[in-house]
């Protein structure tokens, strides 16, 4: 946590450096698992890097650091070459069931790659004051801090009134989550999103209802995307996703929620931002 919460508030170089690892570590895992337990043969490098590199084009695209400004389009296509790569291949691989392949390297770039790279649409926006595009790394960490307020939240009330309201939010998928825990969950969310107002008014001009939206929606969308990675590891018979970090699992383990809550975070954000 601590080094996410460092490496955001350090700058744009530190924060892409951190992220860009974390996506390629991330694809590498889901890679290796559905090659592992669900019978595919995805091609983990290709798939990684193809990943990563999505990640620098937003970067890139999103900053326009290296173009006074201005981004290119272009930077994208030598992602669209790799996708095409990865279709193309299996006429020529020879594997069992190549249908399987391209739904498992698609749905990671869809699931794991294409999430973190929104996470340079929030950090970066235009600055009327500067004339210039700005980093402001406190949006993409108030995710997180929504994350991790959510989880601390659910954990707390969940335990102290599991016994009086015992029911279960998605008992199939997820035996221990319960209504009153993710209900708990939201109502801390939202008394930290009014906090994060009153605290960055000045860094980043959102009002308070639309902290407060943003605060629910990243709630809400985080605990699904809990239930998703619960889902698909399920389906792949596996307790853990990975063992790179001691104690806590793997990638998919820590960003399980991010991985749905970053895209809807800026879904809603430009959804305010087209209506006001």
């Known amino acids: 946590m601590a080094v996410l919460v460092g490496s955001i508030l350090y700058g744009p170089l530190t924060f892409s450096l ?18 592992k337990y669900a019978g595919a043969a995805v091609n983990r490098l290709i798939n990684t890097t193809g990943g990563v590199y999505l990640f620098l084009a937003f970067t890139y695209y999103c900053s326009g650091f290296f173009n006074g400004g201005y981004a290119d389009a272009f930077v994208f296509v030598p992602y669209l070459i790799t996708t095409l790569f990865l279709t193309i291949s299996e006429l020529y691989l020879k594997h069992p ?15 794991i790659a294409l999430p973190f790279s929104l996470l340079n649409v929030l950090a970066y926006g235009y600055s009327n004051a500067a004339q210039a595009i700005e980093y402001v790394g406190v949006l993409p960490l108030s995710i997180f801090i929504f994350l991790w307020t959510s989880d601390t939240g659910a954990y707390c009330v969940g335990s102290l009134l599991h016994k009086k309201f015992p029911a ?7 035996p221990n989550k319960s209504w009153v825990g993710s209900i708990g969950g939201g109502i801390f969310c939202l008394l930290v999103a009014a906090l994060l107002h009153h605290l960055l008014q000045d860094i980043v001009p959102l009002s308070l209802p639309v902290w407060l939206g943003l605060g629910l929606t990243v709630c809400v969308f ?15 018979g596996i307790k ?7 104690g806590h699992g793997g990638m998919l383990d820590r960003f ?3 991985l749905l809550a970053i895209p809807a975070a800026v879904l809603y954000l430009y959804t305010v931002q087209f209506f006001s």
Request: hydrophobic content about 45%; proline content about 3%; aromatic content about 16%.
């Open 222 to 236: 985080g605990t699904w995307g809990d239930l998703v990675e619960s889902l698909f590891k399920r389906q792949l």
């Open 168 to 174: 279960k939010l998605f008992e199939r998928i997820s």
């Open 256 to 258: 399980d929620s991010a």
């Open 18 to 35: 951190l992220f860009a690892l974390i996506t390629g570590l991330t694809l590498w895992e889901f890679s290796d698992n559905v090659n």
């Open 97 to 111: 069931d190549p249908l399987k392949n391209w739904a498992y390297a698609f749905a990671s770039q869809i699931y």
């Open 240 to 246: 853990d996703s990975g063992k790179i970090l001691p």
